[in-house]
């Protein structure tokens, strides 16, 4: 962008940003290799989502849309159909694995968090990021290895409980980490002074990501979740 400075911090944000997926991506190979029975999807689904630690480095929201968010969105929607390069290479078949538009969705919606909530409203937007990754991901986990009562699309009553507890443990650290950086001075992250105290905020977190992870079904929670959860957080004063 012309008469436009990219801030030093934009430029660690998006290399850290990158060495992140770079190294979940190696994860999600060397797995695929050498741990056969791991869903490696996961590896991806869980992982991408520790970037909620990073993204706050970011100064200018126009940044990490141009040069991380909006890239991967094209690269994934072009990952959905055949007979391109981008559908024909690892992550064009990863895509594939599981629900079509998944991963497309997951990322349109760190768009829509990242426009909605930059700057003023990471700790919302990170809680639910939290809640589409890591809740998501273990939920589906869990009630693979576990699910014996079942609910609705699939679902079980074991999985809505691990839906809940990594949504819950995860935000917790979130929340714990971005009061530090606060603490430390961090002038453009702001506190948070919520309606009700904030483990009651996170508690509401795990309910809700779990109730959508029920009635939503699979192709859409990617979407639906993490909307539905800033949505509740940003009520709360988040």
């Known amino acids: 962008m012309v008469g436009v400075e990219i801030d030093k911090a934009d430029i660690i944000a998006s290399i850290a940003v990158y060495f992140l997926v770079a190294v979940i991506l190696g994860l999600c190979l060397y797995s695929r290799r050498y741990w056969p029975k791991i869903d490696s999807r996961k590896i991806v689904h869980v992982g991408i989502g520790n970037f909620v630690f990073i993204w706050w480095l970011f100064k200018h929201m126009w940044v990490m849309l141009l040069f991380f968010t909006i890239p991967f969105t094209i690269l994934l929607f072009l990952a959905m159909f055949k007979g391109n390069p981008i559908s024909e290479s690892f992550l064009g078949k990863l895509s594939r694995e599981g629900h079509v538009v998944g991963l497309f969705l997951y990322v349109v919606s760190i768009n829509v968090l990242v426009v909605t909530c930059f700057n003023e409203h990471w700790i919302a937007a990170s809680i639910a990021i939290v ?13 693979k290895r576990f699910g014996r009562h079942k609910i609705m699309h699939g679902k079980s009553l074991e999985g809505s409980v691990g839906v809940f507890i990594a949504t819950v443990v995860v935000s917790t650290a979130v929340f714990v980490f971005f009061d530090f950086i606060t603490d430390l001075g961090f002038g453009y992250v702001y506190g948070v002074k919520t309606v009700v105290p904030w483990f009651v905020c996170i508690l509401l977190a795990g309910v809700v990501t779990a109730v959508v992870e029920v009635v939503c079904r699979g192709d859409y929670d990617n979407f639906v979740n993490p909307l539905v959860v800033v949505g509740v957080m940003r009520l709360l004063g988040m």
């Open 131 to 143: 809640a589409m990754t890591y809740g998501d991901g273990f939920g589906s986990i869990v009630g």
